[in-house]
């Protein structure tokens, strides 16, 4: 984000702030796509990511005027979010999907047609692999994960975000990627 971009979005926040929907309306139309695909990653179900991050987006809107003018509107709404989808997979784990799922509904575009069909069955299982050991991190390791790897933030987003300090957020990728890692060795030793 750009300083032009951090003081066009204050301008939006004050706006917000003295009750003009439409400018809130800005900010959700700029945001929403990123909040569904954080929620999809960490609750595995289209219609609960989809409710989440709506109701996030609610609750920031009736709390808009505790947002502090020098933060940024995702890393506050974030927190809102990061709640909500641990509080649906406290509450409703019975009835969340894998995230191996997501993997197979959700991304499955990625084999070129152009392959031969031996490697395009060889990145099919790899995909299938790798969503499958994603499923079975527990949420924190998969969230973070999810936001450096899929939502390409930086250190700096993710520790405002997370509200914690940017060697914090390098240590629990780490160890969530070794996590990850260990999930995918039997895959890879095969």
Same mark, same amino acid.
């Given at each position: ?49 989809? %409710? ?17 003018? %020098? ?29 191996? +799922? ?13 392959? %031969? ?20 991190? +527990? ?52």
């Amino acid at each position: 984000m750009t300083k032009e971009d951090e003081i066009d979005e204050r301008s939006i926040i004050l706006l917000c702030q003295r009750g003009d929907k439409q400018s809130y309306g800005r900010l959700v139309e700029k945001y929403m796509k990123r909040a569904y695909f954080i929620a999809l990653g960490l609750v595995g179900v289209h219609e609960g990511a989809l %409710d989440l991050s709506q109701d996030a987006f609610v609750r920031a809107y009736r709390s808009i005027n505790k947002l502090e003018a %020098d933060r940024k509107f995702f890393t506050w709404y974030y927190q809102i979010l990061r709640n909500l989808c641990f509080n649906y997979l406290r509450d409703a784990a019975r009835h969340a999907h894998p995230f191996s +799922k997501i993997g197979e509904n959700q991304i499955n575009n990625i084999i070129d047609s152009s392959q %031969d069909s031996s490697l395009q069955v060889e990145q099919k299982e790899l995909k299938e692999a790798v969503w499958k050991a994603m499923d079975e991190l +527990k949420p924190h390791e998969r969230e973070i994960i999810i936001l450096k790897d899929f939502q390409e933030l930086s250190y700096k987003e993710i520790a405002e975000s997370m509200d914690c300090p940017i060697g914090t957020v390098m240590s629990r990728l780490f160890t969530a990627r070794q996590a990850l890692k260990n999930k995918l060795e039997s895959y890879f030793n095969d």
